[in-house]
Structure formats: structure tokens, C-alpha cells
Nanobody, 127 residues
Framework: QVQLVQSGGGSVQAGGSLSLSCAVS???????MAWFRQSPGKEREGVAG???????SVTDSVAGRFTISQDNAKNILYLQMNSLKPEDTAMYYC??????????????????????WGQGTQVTVSS
């Protein structure tokens, strides 16, 4: 059974930093992973994740502040969040899907493409 276990997050003042991690268990092959977030009343949006070629990237809204990294050997995904803003407040979710054997290897930040989801971690940034 595939499970994604998230850790990290919490509350911080604007300008502060937090980090998230997400570990995949129950699956030994390569996976594509991503971070999404959802605020009350808003749709879930992609924040950072694997691109079609398997490399990682972040969206423009967090570029220069968030850094994504992935330990492919252990299927662990990280998100370092610096210079946090109140608008970054949301529930953050990691997601994973088995990496395809043909290009495009990963689905980018398409919410519907991901099969496995973490339990969610709250990130709250106060002004």
C-alpha cells in the first residue's frame, strides 16, 4: 500500500522560514512528486514539482522564495520555504504518481494526474 507521510510546516511570522518533507512508502520505483496547496474557498494549486523531463521547478508565485528538492533514491520530497508571506497560508499537500517509462515522464503540476496524496500540513504565516 502506497502512503505519503508529510512532516514539517507550522506557524511563522511574515519573512520567516518553514520546511516540509514528504516520504513515500510502499513503492520502490521512481515517482514524480509535487507540492500543492489549498486555502479556504480556493482551488488547490500547484506550488512545485516534477516537470515533464523529471526535473523540478517552482511556480512563479514562489520563485526565489521556495526551493524544492527530491531524494530519488529514497522517494522523499522536500520544500524549503523562505521569506514567507501571509498569502502563503494554506494547507500544503504532497502528491506522487509513478514515473512514466515514456516521455513525458512526469505530469508537471496537473492536480488530476497525481494518484497518491499526503495527509496535508498546515502552514500559517502571520503579518
Amino acid at each position: 500500500q502506497v502512503q505519503l507521510v508529510q512532516s514539517g510546516g507550522g506557524s511563522v511570522q511574515a519573512g520567516g522560514s518553514l520546511s516540509l518533507s514528504c516520504a513515500v512508502s510502499g513503492y520502490r520505483l521512481r515517482v514524480c512528486m509535487a507540492w500543492f496547496r489549498q486555502s479556504p474557498g480556493k482551488e488547490r494549486e500547484g506550488v512545485a514539482g516534477s516537470r515533464s523531463d523529471g526535473s523540478t521547478s517552482v511556480t512563479d508565485s514562489v520563485a526565489g522564495r521556495f526551493t524544492i528538492s527530491q531524494d530519488n533514491a529514497k522517494n522523499i520530497l522536500y520544500l524549503q520555504m523562505n521569506s514567507l508571506k501571509p498569502e502563503d497560508t494554506a494547507m500544503y499537500y504532497c502528491a506522487a504518481v509513478p514515473r512514466r517509462t515514456v516521455y513525458p515522464w512526469c505530469p508537471g503540476l496537473s492536480t488530476d494526474a497525481y494518484v497518491y496524496w499526503g495527509q496535508g500540513t498546515q502552514v500559517t504565516v502571520s503579518s
